[in-house]
Nanobody, 125 residues
Framework: QVQLVQSGGGFVQTGGSLRLSCTTS??????????MAWFRQAPGKDREFVAG????????NYEDSVKGRFTISRDNFKNLVTLEMNSLKPEDTAVYYC????????????????WGQGTQVTVSS
């Protein structure tokens, strides 16, 4: 059993910044065995990939609309993955989810094994 617990998020004005964190645990869980990612889902829309990071942390990748604004990172000693979000826009408003997947990261949410509980991010115009 693997648990992903999210924190952070909230309400911010356009141009502001927020940080999302996701801590992981599990009796047989090895954090470095899993690629990590962040997804988001706005009302009435499909869940979409935001950012992903390899098991080593050396290979982040981003959805085009967040490139240059968001940064994903992981601390393999603390079993922690974070998403720094800067220059936020109203279209970034969504529920954000962290996710874990064995092997490599992918943009397909259906291929992830474990999910956090979700965190609301609201950006006002």
């Amino acid at each position: 059993q693997v648990q992903l617990v999210q924190s952070g998020g909230g309400f911010v004005q356009t141009g502001g910044s927020l940080r999302l964190s996701c801590t992981t645990s599990g009796s047989t869980y090895t954090f470095t065995s899993y690629a990590m990612a962040w997804f988001r889902q706005a009302p009435g829309k499909d869940r979409e990939f935001v950012a992903g990071i390899s098991r080593s942390g050396n290979t982040p990748n981003y959805e085009d609309s967040v490139k240059g604004r968001f940064t994903i990172s992981r601390d393999n000693f603390k079993n922690l993955v974070t998403l720094e979000m800067n220059s936020l826009k109203p279209e970034d408003t969504a529920v954000y989810y962290c996710a874990a997947r064995g092997y490599s990261a992918t943009t397909d949410y259906k291929r992830y094994d474990y999910w956090g509980q979700g965190t609301q991010v609201t950006v006002s115009s």
